[in-house]
């Protein structure tokens, strides 16, 4: 009996929907016909919204028996489908989490559901297109914007407090932004703002905002950022896309280019950086494709070292990582991705013109990161980190701010007009916020100090109710009077828009202990009840 | 009256008409025994006798004895074989229970009371009729019945709390989690009973439960779902759960007193159990009180097998076994007591022609093989066995030279020469500091830890090079005092801060216990509690700390004062107490930590030396005899019990001598089987028929890679030819990519699990394709060039020379025949000049980038 089979394996990790969607008839005779090949039984909880696809798919699946009747596969319960991605259930959730680490180790890193990765491609490469599959950008501005200057403005505060910016209306009826972000303000209906985020570690770092948690605390190894948890939960969607790439740019205060990091799950989940080490490996190296190709052949003819002489499924993953490899080396997806060169001048114009150079020791102003973050997930990552100029004014707040903050709404509005004009509204969340909000007085230097206490968050895409304001301060923006948000509930809500259930999926940490990936929050009801 | 239990049997009788239905029994009797059913012959397998298990034996023999209204029991009929195998037939015998109609009996063998008296119930396996079959074969048990109809006050702790954990509704992802769900909160798994009573009765004023029409209780309601629940349907309206629940709810909410009893331990039935494979097994659970009572706890516990891909168990404790020859243990929990249940399913095959056994780890591997009837493959081969054993102990490929000297070597014990040869040399103590240095959490987090990180790399390596008694370097670390200058393992403190990652790291890293869960709650696997937590905290209790001599670094010592620690949970101030054990009164002035090694170190601790032999197995063997090696808990037995022992014992006799360990470990005729399986052990995991192969580390690969193309290894400030294995700490990771990406641990835990083995696309990309790989085979002074610019030797040598470098041994006729092809090979003809053929230099780097990616090269196998 191949282990793949087992009913046990089936119950405990299910893969969903990997064939929903539309698709014809004769894709899916021709997926029959490969499940009958390969004898894969992989159809827990799979069906479209209509119920269609595994009524058409079992038609053709007895077909297909029919004239192979040596064969039978089994086709294991219809469920309704979450859409995408891996769901852990536990033994009957006993613990939330009935997978020994072992086994999740195998069904994390090498497949989904009972499929193991090698059939999962083969699965997919025959049925041609896939269900879009749902991701996250993830935009960090270092050091900590002022709410009350951009999203939260405070004209009933006394002077000291109040700034030097005025309110302009939006396109939602009784909600004001600052004047300086015009273009966000007439996509307000598109966006949501959260003006009560609390619970801020009041560390300058990305951290908190690329994991949801704090640095204090964590377990063995530390905890990993979403990303990395989406890269081992699903995996790579495109065999040439990395599934987690971070575009935060090198910065001098270190802590604030963070593009993720994969904590306890391990490095073979951390953000591929095409700013990084990783980068110089995508692009051949001393050789042509031509001499890839031989060389490739080579290997093959070398490489015959039994594979059944290892039973832990390694081998068998290396050689499907190798292939991968090649696909990238041989496809340039991913570079094309990563070439916004290749955009409409129309698209690129969109996006404006940033500044490369760094802001003090924070980030530069790169307007391509957001127009590559959209063309990334288009090709298949499943999260994009980047990060955008320094916000930490100690002095001058409004000088920069009056600099900065039109290139911010350019970049950010060309980004979500473009994810609406390509339809990716429903399947892309976009989270925009810094690691703290600032101090409601103006200080001496005519800057605002750290404020941990409150500070904001932008929201849009990923199929969430938009065209509201969530939460609110007090008169003078220091204290947060209305749905205090904390930054787990976004991450919760981030999490259901991929279709992964946080009451349920649990990813072991170095102790064996199962972790869940939120604390106990939940998505708000706000954006998706 | 006559009721037989198999599923199947049910079918019918629904649609038989009565008459035909003994009939039709009969025929499906025999179709349902597997024997039978397989053609075997029924004598080989004929049935002896049946054995009625019903709770605890009395001195008379079995006695099935219920007591009021709640009691039940789940008996279990063991068929005993003319062969001397056992099986479990309780599923499909016929019960016949005694007259006037005392008790139920359910399909899978539960009995539950229905009127007071005393008779017998018989089970029995009837003849098959006609010709030569098997003899009809039964068993009695006396049966006593009291209090059917009593309804005795139910008792929270010991009925009702253990609904709720049954039922997942105190499970870490529902009310069980810090804060509860949706503001109603239960204590984690019912570890905390009073708690719990306390958020049900007196919380959210009352309105949970109704004692007026306790059905409609909220708790109830929710339970089944008839209002909204988040977590969906829990319970049935006519289990006998809700019926309890109900009945609790009815009687007015009581507690129980404190002078009820408490459990005190959990037994199940049967303990082990030789299984043919696919085949069944009902377990009974009984539950031990603190005033000597027992009660059956079956159905009231929750069950969970160590390796999933074996055997499933539901919640009946029903435990159904795959087609996976090997062992398999099923843990059995029961208000925060557990036990398990063994089974060994053995394969079957003949195991006649087994290799010599060299010492004892071969005797008891070969016999656990035997039992389970998987014939091992053949001892590898010599080139096989100088790679393996050349990478596990010096962490670096052979030589060409020592492949060559060990192939014309003929003499009888040339294995255990190279062993002792490697051992001997500082390249093992490198590459096992490279190990402990990680494990010992040797980190740099600032530049100015790097004084002690190089000072604790050193004495680690001394450590290991003298082959100092693992017990006494233990010691050395643990009980660490002075400054980081003088005193190098005094570094381990400055990395692991507190005194609950003291206890932590040194639960699991030198006794392979995970304690972490008891921090907060009552270990979910386990029989520790946050008594044993904080007890065992205590020991760090007394470290203090001064700034040290250099910057960066601190000075530990003894703070002279009555070691104890406070339960974070019932505020109790407890002494240091090893596990298990009873706390120690230590004057103020002795330093707790010598005492907590004095405890780890005596001969008769059942953790230190098992935790190393395993540690050290996995290292070897690459899978732990308990698996994941620092995980070592009753609930996730051994896959060879005696030869853990066995190895622990050696261990300790030896006075805890490293070297000597690794000399029986390598020497074994195991260590030195094939990888290769043969037609039974493909599948085997856990018995070590075959060598398991496992991905080179990092460091090893890095240098191995090195070594191949002829380039030297070159560090930050360190001499040029420093070998990756040879890194004092962590902080070159993020400097060389090749060792980040390939896993090489950050020392920031004490789990060796933090080392990464898993696969990745950035690896495969790397390796395939990364520049600086590029650049170092085709550097003008590397092996590629060199080889080409060669014209003494012919391409033929050349390859050898290749193969006997990354592989230890000789090409094939065909991989020669491929290199040799490459070599030669024609390059595609441009338009109008003559055919031309492959530069020797690319042909050559071509090669060795193709034996570089091979999985040969990447594993040791």
């Known amino acids: 009996m191949n282990p793949d089979h087992s009913p046990h394996r089936m119950r405990e990790a299910r893969g969903e929907g990997l064939f929903c969607g539309k698709r014809t008839l004769h894709s899916f005779a021709q997926l029959a016909s490969e499940i009958l090949r390969t004898e894969l039984v992989f159809f827990q909880g799979l069906t479209s919204k209509s119920g269609r696809t595994i009524l058409n798919l079992n038609q053709h699946l007895q077909k297909a028996r029919a004239s192979q009747p040596e064969i039978s596969p089994k086709l294991i319960g219809v469920g309704p489908l979450s859409p995408l991605m891996l769901t852990i259930h536990g033994n009957s959730s006993r613990f939330c989490d009935g997978l020994s680490r072992r086994n999740f180790l195998r069904i994390g890193a090498l497949g989904l559901g009972g499929l193991t990765l090698p059939q999962l491609l083969r699965a997919e490469s025959i049925s041609g297109q896939r269900q879009r599959h749902k991701s996250v950008i993830m935009i960090f501005l270092p050091g900590g914007p002022s709410h009350q200057d951009m999203v939260d403005l405070k004209m009933d505060a006394p002077s000291e407090i109040r700034g030097e910016f005025k309110p302009i209306s939006t396109s939602v009826p009784g909600v004001q932004i600052c004047e300086h972000l015009p273009k966000i303000a007439r996509l307000m209906d598109k966006m949501t703002v959260i003006r009560s985020m609390v619970g801020a570690e009041d560390n300058h770092y990305a951290f908190q905002c690329l994991s949801g948690r704090h640095q204090k605390n964590a377990p063995q190894g530390g905890w990993p950022c979403l990303g990395s948890v989406l890269s081992k939960l699903g995996g790579s969607v495109d065999r040439s896309v990395p599934p987690f790439v971070g575009l935060s740019p090198a910065m001098g205060h270190v802590p604030w280019s963070d593009a993720g990091t994969p904590g306890f799950l391990g490095v073979g989940h951390a953000p591929f950086k095409p700013n990084g080490a990783g980068m110089g490996d995508l692009t051949l190296n001393g050789s042509s494709l031509d001499r890839l190709s031989d060389r490739k052949q080579l290997l093959a003819s070398f490489d015959r070292f039994r594979r059944d002489v290892d039973g832990s499924g390694l081998m068998e993953g290396l050689d499907v990582f190798n292939e991968q490899a090649f696909g990238m080396l041989t496809s340039s997806k991913l570079l094309e991705a990563l070439d916004i060169g290749r955009e409409d001048p129309r698209v690129r114009e969109m996006y404006g013109k940033g500044d490369p150079k760094n802001r003090d020791d924070g980030g530069p102003k790169l307007m391509e990161q957001f127009l590559m973050a959209r063309r990334l997930v288009e090709a298949g990552t499943r999260c994009v980190t980047l990060a955008f100029s320094r916000w930490d004014h100690h002095g001058d707040n409004f000088g920069a701010l009056r600099q900065d903050l039109p290139l911010f709404d350019q970049g950010l509005s060309a980004l979500v007009t473009d994810l609406h004009e390509r339809g990716l509204d429903k399947d892309v969340s976009v989270v925009v916020w810094g690691e703290f909000g600032r101090t409601p007085k103006i200080n001496k230097d005519g800057g605002r100090d750290h404020w941990p206490r409150v500070s904001c968050a932008l929201l849009a895409g990923g199929g969430m109710r938009h065209g509201q304001v969530i939460g609110a301060t007090d008169r003078l923006g220091g204290e947060a009077v209305e749905r205090p948000v904390q930054f787990g509930e976004v991450f919760a809500t981030l999490y259901h828009n991929l279709g992964i259930d946080v009451s349920k999926v649990t990813l072991p940490d170095l102790s064996g202990r199962p972790q869940f990936l939120v604390d106990g929050w939940q998505p708000m009801k706000e954006l998706v009840g | ?861």
Not at chain 2, 335 to 341: E, I, L, P, R, S
Not at chain 2, 709 to 728: I, N, Y
Request: aromatic fraction near 8%; charged fraction near 25%.
């Open chain 2, 1 to 861: 009256m006559a009721y037989h239990s198999s599923n199947s049997f049910r079918l019918i009788r629904a649609i038989a008409p009565t008459g035909l239905r003994r009939v039709v029994f009969a025929v499906l009797l025999v179709l349902s025994t597997p024997h039978l059913a397989r053609g075997e012959s029924p004598s080989a397998e004929s049935l002896k006798s049946l054995e009625i298990y019903a709770g605890v034996p009395s001195s008379t023999g079995s006695m099935l004895q219920l007591r009021g209204a709640d009691s039940q029991r789940q008996l279990i009929v063991t068929g005993h074989y003319a062969s001397g195998k056992a099986k479990d037939l309780t599923r499909t015998v016929v019960f016949t229970t005694p007259e006037g109609g005392l008790l139920k009996i359910g399909p899978n063998g539960l009995v539950t009371p229905l009127k007071d008296g005393v008779g017998t119930l018989t089970a029995s396996v009837p003849s098959s009729g006609a010709g030569p079959g098997p003899e009809a074969v039964s068993a009695t048990i006396p049966v006593q019945v009291v209090g059917a109809d009593k309804a005795l006050p139910v008792n929270f702790p010991n009925q009702i709390a253990p609904i709720f954990t049954k039922a997942g509704c105190n499970s870490g992802g529902c009310h069980g989690k810090s804060g509860g769900q949706n503001g109603f909160r239960l204590s984690l798994l019912g570890f905390e009973p009073a708690e719990d009573y306390e958020h049900l009765v007196s919380e959210s004023r009352g309105r949970r439960l109704f004692p007026a029409a306790p059905d409609h209780s909220l708790l109830l309601e929710k339970a089944i779902s008839s209002v909204p629940h988040g977590g969906g349907k829990r319970l049935e309206a006519d289990s006998a759960d809700y019926r309890m629940l109900r009945r609790w709810i009815a009687q007015g909410m009581p507690y129980g007193n404190s002078t009820d009893p408490v459990v005190t331990r959990i037994e199940v039935f049967p303990k082990e159990r030789v299984a043919a494979l696919g085949a069944e097994q009902q377990l009974a659970v009984i539950a031990h009180y603190s005033d000597g009572s027992s009660e059956d706890a079956t159905q009231s516990s929750l069950y969970e097998p160590n390796d999933k891909e074996m055997a499933k168990v539901d919640a009946s404790g029903l435990v159904k076994l795959y087609q996976q020859p090997g062992d398999v243990g099923i843990m059995v929990r029961y208000q925060g007591k557990v036990a398990v249940f063994r089974a060994t399913i053995p394969l079957g095959a003949e195991v006649n022609d087994l290799p010599p056994a060299r010492n004892f780890i071969d005797s008891l591997v070969f016999k656990k093989l035997k039992q389970l009837g998987m014939p091992p493959s053949s001892v590898c081969d010599d080139p096989t066995f100088l790679r393996r054993v050349t990478i596990d102990i010096a962490g670096r490929l052979p030589t060409i030279e020592e492949s060559t000297l060990f192939a014309s070597d003929t003499s009888a014990e040339k294995r255990d020469r190279v062993i002792q040869r490697l051992l001997d040399s500082s390249e093992y103590a490198e590459y096992f500091a490279n190990k402990w240095a990680a494990l010992l959490r040797n980190k740099r987090n600032e530049a100015t830890h790097k004084h002690g990180t190089y000072l604790f790399h050193d004495w680690i390596r001394e450590s290991l090079l003298a082959n100092k008694p693992y017990d006494v370097f233990v010691r050395e670390v643990l009980a660490a005092s002075g400054d980081i200058g003088r005193n190098p393992p005094v570094a381990w403190y400055r990395q692991v801060k507190n005194s609950t990652s003291q206890l932590e790291d040194t639960a699991q890293l030198f006794l392979g216990v995970r304690l972490q869960c008891a921090q907060c709650h009552h270990h979910p696997y386990e029989r520790w509690s946050q008594q044993d937590y904080y007890s065992f905290s205590a020991f760090f209790s007394q470290v203090g700390r001064k700034p040290g001599s250099q910057p960066g670094e601190e000075m530990v010592f003894h703070k002279r004062g009555v070691a104890k620690a406070t339960n974070k949970k019932n505020k109790e101030e407890l002494r240091p107490a090893g596990l298990g054990n009873a706390p120690l009164e230590l004057p103020p002035e002795q330093d707790p930590r010598n005492s907590l090694v004095d405890w780890m170190a005596a001969s008769d601790n059942p953790f230190f030396a098992k935790s190393l032999v395993n540690r050290y197995w996995k290292h070897f063997f690459n899978r732990g005899l308990v698996d994941p090696e620092d995980d070592i808990r009753e609930t996730n037995p051994p896959s060879n019990p005696e030869l853990l022992d066995a190895l622990a014992s050696h261990f300790v006799a030896s006075k805890y001598d490293l070297k000597e360990l690794i000399r029986k470990l390598c020497g074994s005729t195991v260590y030195q089987l094939s990888s290769e399986p043969n037609e039974f052990n493909t599948n085997d995991k856990q018995n070590f028929s075959r060598y398991y192969p496992k991905r080179i580390n990092a460091e090893v690969l890095y240098d191995a890679i090195h070594l191949i193309t002829g380039a030297e290894t070159k560090f930050d400030g360190l001499p040029e030819g420093t070998r990756a294995v040879q890194l004092p700490d962590n902080s070159f990771n993020a400097s060389v990519y090749f060792l980040n990406v390939f896993g090489r641990p950050d020392s920031s835990s004490s789990c060796e699990c933090e080392r990464s083995q898993d696969a990745s696309l950035a690896q495969s990309l790397h390796l395939l394709n990364a520049k600086d790989l590029q650049e170092k085979i085709a550097a003008d002074k590397g092996r590629a060039a060199s080889l080409a610019g060669d014209f003494k030797r012919d391409d033929e040598t050349k390859i050898r020379e290749l193969y006997l470098a990354a592989f230890s041994r000789q090409p094939d006729p065909l991989e020669m025949k491929v290199a040799i092809g490459h070599l030669e090979k024609k390059l595609p003809s441009k338009e109008g000049k003559p055919e031309e053929t492959i530069p020797k230099r690319r042909a050559y780097e071509d090669v060795i980038w193709a034996l570089l990616n091979t999985k040969e090269f990447l594993f040791n196998h």
